[in-house]
């Protein structure tokens, strides 16, 4: 296992556009053991909830200042709002694990986390959420990952 591919795994799994839907795959074919693709990505991932946290908590305050910042992120916002609204008021912090869990586009741990402090949700409970999401997704990802396209099978009732 070389640098570059443990770079690129934990930069795919810090992305908001691939998070574990991306990393995991990549390092299982590049040679990666599925165990150690599975922690590795997964354990960055659920970084993403303290980080973002950190990031609302002080830098956005001072980006709300520009124009382009504020669009942007109320958009982003909004959008989040919305997806998460209903977990939310139905199940509490678990609504936003159950959210997170999800490994499809715009379900992870960047949107449950923007989405869980915009509807107030306590940071340990936003913390807690996200990890049990990206530990479930993970493990999606993961056995999808090394049962190949089969997998789906068990999810999906073909007709």
């Known amino acids: 296992m070389d640098a570059a591919t443990l770079f690129w795994t934990g930069f795919l799994s810090f992305l908001p556009i691939s998070e574990l839907r991306g990393a995991i795959p990549f390092a299982?074919?590049?040679?990666?053991?599925?165990?150690f693709a599975y922690l590795y990505a997964a354990g960055l991932n659920a970084l993403v909830a303290p980080v973002c946290w950190l990031f609302l908590s002080t830098f956005h305050k001072l980006f709300l200042r520009m124009d382009w910042y504020r669009s942007l992120f109320g958009r982003f916002v909004e959008?989040?709002?919305l997806k998460v609204h209903a977990e939310v008021e139905k199940w509490?912090?678990?609504?936003?694990?159950?959210?997170?869990?999800?490994?499809?586009?715009?379900?992870?741990?960047?949107?449950?986390?923007?989405?869980?402090w915009v509807l107030g949700l306590g940071k340990r409970k936003t913390l807690a959420a996200v990890v049990v999401g990206v530990a479930v997704a993970g493990a999606i990802v993961t056995a999808v990952t090394v049962l190949g396209v089969k997998a789906f099978d068990i999810f999906v009732k073909r007709v």
């Open 79 to 81: 959008k989040a709002r």
């Open 92 to 116: 509490g912090w678990l609504g936003i694990a159950a959210f997170v869990a999800i490994p499809l586009p715009v379900t992870g741990a960047w949107t449950g986390t923007i989405g869980a």
């Open 28 to 35: 299982v074919s590049k040679g990666i053991d599925w165990r």
